[in-house]
């Protein structure tokens, strides 16, 4: 008899994607990550039209979880220490409203403890400045175009991976090393 498992979806904005969906693949519990774009007016936006900061979209990760794995918290824990929630519209040198600091939840629950851990995490004083990551419902994703996916994987020498998704995936893997699947 199979047992069936029933995985659970979450969709964060933080930053690009090519350096979010490399820390977020590296997660055990994590099934699939993909790379794409939500929280615009365009319908099928392409990469171009989404750089050119005029669709609304932000550059997120469609990330499938087993919850008997990985939980919606542990998830929320990793958004919010591999990337700077402070910043609008912006991480490091990427400058644009496609990529800002957002979680797309897809029930009230997603919501809730979306919020919570906002809440706390603004009380706590640990950031120097107020967190502006906004907290919407999910409505459509649109996958991002098929050159995008496993690009840190593919293309390790690549300049802005070396000097950019190296430095954060090493930061990532001493941080949250417990968490990480056993090839990573």
Not at 7 to 12: L, N, V
Not at 34 to 55: A, H, L, M
Not at 94 to 119: C, L, T, W
Request: with cysteine; hydrophobic share 30%.
């Amino acid at each position: 008899m199979s047992e069936f498992r029933k995985s659970e979806t979450a969709t964060f904005a933080n930053g690009c994607f090519w350096c979010t969906e490399a820390v977020f693949q590296e997660l055990k519990g994590v099934e699939k990550v993909t790379s794409g774009y939500t929280g615009g007016r365009v319908e099928n936006p392409t990469y171009e039209q989404v750089c050119n900061k005029d669709t609304g979209h932000a550059e997120c990760l469609q990330i499938e979880y087993d919850p008997e794995q990985i939980s919606f918290d542990e998830l929320l824990e990793v958004f919010w220490k591999t990337h700077d929630p402070t910043t609008l519209n912006r991480q490091g040198n990427d400058v644009g409203p496609q990529y800002r600091s957002a979680i797309f939840y897809h029930n009230e629950s997603q919501k809730e403890k979306a919020e919570m851990y906002k809440e706390k995490l603004d009380k706590s004083g640990i950031f120097d400045a107020p967190i502006v990551t906004t907290i919407e419902p999910f409505t459509v994703f649109y996958p991002a175009e098929n050159y995008h996916s496993d690009y840190f994987k593919r293309n390790p020498s690549q300049p802005y991976c070396y000097y950019v998704i190296r430095p954060k995936m090493e930061k990532f893997k001493k941080i949250f090393g417990d968490k990480l699947k056993e090839n990573a």
